[in-house]
T-cell receptor
Framework: GAVVSQHPSWVICKSGTSVKIECRSL??????MFWYRQFPKQSLMLMAT?????????EQGVEKDKFLINHASLTLSTLTVTSAHPEDSSFYIC???????????????FGAGSRLTVL | AQSVTQLGSHVSVSEGALVLLRCNYS??????LFWYVQYPNQGLQLLLK??????LVKGINGFEAEFKKSETSFHLTKPSAHMSDAAEYFC????????????FGTGTRLTIIP
């Protein structure tokens, strides 16, 4: 089945530094990738939608300059948290799907998530 | 606009008892509905999905859910709970093409009592 690999699974960084999280689709071409943020004991909040080769579409309230998303290839999307601060500490999860024409439930495949802790 | 409401942020059942996790949705278009499970510090795993056709959907690990349009519900059930079922469960809805962004409910933490 479809597999999405997310790396790193855990990262600790100092305040003010930038952190990059990678999301790779291992056995399919992901035309669309989604980035979610999950606070402790809460649901997933969609941050942005990225389509290969185009700029990401950010949800309302998400800072584009803070959370840089790149989807340069059909198998890789990256999320860079720039100038990280303790309030950016969270669990970040990516998901990927292939876009097909017409109706049909394309199942999103989720990565295992990346826990970011900013000191 | 779409939304999902999961009734009960915490549900506890005894091992071997019936599991019932409630989900109601709101959607202006025919919805696709999903149940995902999340184990600690892990991503989400799809349990089952409803697209069109049969309203009773069977998933993995003995779970099933029934789409009831008149009640705008998609409750998740399992006849007999197992200790390994302890996890966080999320109901989600998307538009009719399914590859659109998901809207998640707030989740229900299922605890199994030995």
């Amino acid at each position: 089945g479809a597999v999405v690999s997310q790396h790193p699974s855990w990262v600790i960084c100092k305040s003010g530094t930038s952190v990059k999280i990678e999301c790779r689709s291992l056995d399919f071409q992901a035309t669309t990738m989604f980035w979610y943020r999950q606070f402790p004991k809460q649901s997933l909040m969609l941050m942005a939608t990225s389509n290969e080769g185009s700029k990401a579409t950010y949800e309302q309230g998400v800072e584009k300059d803070k959370f840089l998303i790149n989807h340069a290839s059909l198998t890789l999307s990256t999320l860079t948290v720039t100038s990280a601060h303790p309030e950016d500490s969270s669990f970040y999860i990516c998901s990927a799907t292939q876009r097909v024409r017409g109706p049909g439930a394309n199942v999103l495949t989720f990565g295992a998530g990346s826990r970011l802790t900013v000191l | 606009a779409q939304s999902v409401t999961q009734l009960g942020s915490h549900v506890s059942v005894s091992e071997g008892a019936l599991v019932l996790l409630r989900c109601n949705y709101s959607s202006s278009v025919p919805p696709y509905l999903f149940w995902y499970v999340q184990y600690p510090n892990q991503g989400l795993q799809l349990l089952l999905k409803y697209t069109t056709g049969a309203t009773l959907v069977k998933g993995i690990n003995g779970f099933e859910a029934e789409f009831k349009k008149s009640e705008t519900s998609f409750h998740l059930t399992k006849p007999s709970a197992h200790m390994s079922d302890a996890a966080e469960y999320f109901c989600a809805v998307s538009g009719p093409f399914g590859n659109e962004k998901l809207t998640f409910g707030t989740g229900t933490r299922l605890t199994i009592i030995p």
